[in-house]
């Protein structure tokens, strides 16, 4: 049976290279008799008016970008019910690395017919969901000055080198914050500088927060790093950086359902997951490895969960929503 293909992508994503991936992918996709649609939008505003918006005519979602095209894209295949395929083309690509999503047209042909279908969670904050993380904070203000950036490089080394620069500036520029953060309705914190609220690890290669973070297990982990001086901060973010030995001792690890931020006396935040919500289509064998490396972390941190599960309300796809959705091999196969 002949299945259609929405792709969707923001060209300027990976510097540029989202689009020559687009056209790669829609070329090997028909090769193998899909019908396929490529959409691009040059703002994620406009991706997300889609999203918003568009019909179910299509079968599956293949998005290309960094996180937050990928972040914006998945919305809709949560609210049609549609199977996702993320392609990675950004720098950070936090949500596809845990799922060890490839970037290869040929293999995200083969991930359409044998990819493995679950249900995975996502997190919700100003009414907008999210893949990776939501941050709060100097990280928040470090992200954004980045990525604000006319001309980032493109080699991961030297863009690694452009944060870890940028946080040097920001704390020697501007105060620290004070955060309060409450999980599950159990205050944690009412004095930390850097707090980073994930659904995945994060910055999983060059300073995991969240070491055992996962889009499986119907929870949020919360990474907490305790205001001091600016050195002392520094100081220990380059401890993460490195895995020095000890470099968690003053740093909290949080886990649980509905988190509540407060940035310096303002107007507080609330951070939801919404679990088993967004169908996926995995590479064979990732979704295993992942819960396999979630417990290999939580062998190495302490994660508290400061209210039992069930008291949570964790929200999940409906029942028909959640059965096995249809299946195809690749139309030239059945062919």
């Known amino acids: 049976m002949n299945r259609a293909v929405q792709i969707v992508v923001t ?59 990928l972040s914006e894209s998945a919305a809709a295949a949560l609210r049609l019910s549609v199977p996702f395929l993320p392609v990675p083309c950004g720098f950070g690509n936090l949500f596809a690395r845990a799922f060890e999503y490839p970037r290869d047209p040929e293999a995200v042909v083969d991930l359409l017919g044998r990819g493995e279908l679950g249900w995975v969670d996502v997190g919700l904050a100003k009414s907008q969901i999210f893949l990776s993380n939501e941050s709060f904070g100097l990280l928040a203000r470090i ?35 004070t955060i309060k953060v409450e999980v599950d309705g159990h205050p944690v914190t009412s004095n930390a500088a850097l707090v980073t609220v994930a659904n995945v690890e994060t910055y999983r290669g060059f300073l995991s927060l969240t070491p055992a973070a996962s889009p499986l297990d119907g929870l949020l982990d919360v990474c907490v790093i305790p205001r001091t001086t600016k050195t002392g901060i520094l100081a220990q973010l380059i401890k993460l950086m490195l895995a020095l030995p000890g470099c968690r001792d003053e740093v909290g690890l949080y886990r649980g359902r ?3 931020v407060r940035v310096n006396r303002r107007k507080p935040e609330d951070v939801r997951v919404l679990g088993g919500v967004l169908p996926v289509l995995a590479p064979a064998g990732s979704l295993e490895r992942l819960k396999a490396r979630q417990a290999a972390a939580e062998a190495e941190a302490v994660v508290v969960t400061p209210a039992p599960q069930e008291q949570a309300g964790l929200v999940r796809a409906p029942r028909e929503a959640r059965a096995p959705l249809a299946r195809s091999t690749p139309p030239a196969s059945a062919a």
């Open 11 to 69: 060209p300027g994503s990976g510097n540029g290279r989202a689009m020559a991936v687009a056209r790669q992918t829609r070329r090997a996709l028909r090769t193998q008799g899909y019908a396929v649609s490529v959409r691009a939008f040059r703002e994620l505003d406009q991706l997300a008016r889609w999203t918003r918006t568009c019909d179910a005519t299509f079968s599956y979602l293949v998005a290309i970008g960094g996180d937050a095209t």
């Open 258 to 260: 509905h988190i509540r």
């Open 143 to 177: 992200q954004q000055a980045v990525e604000q950036e006319r001309r980032n490089p493109r080699q991961r080394q030297l863009r690694l080198l452009a944060y870890y620069r940028m946080a040097i500036t920001r704390l020697a520029e501007t105060a620290l914050d």
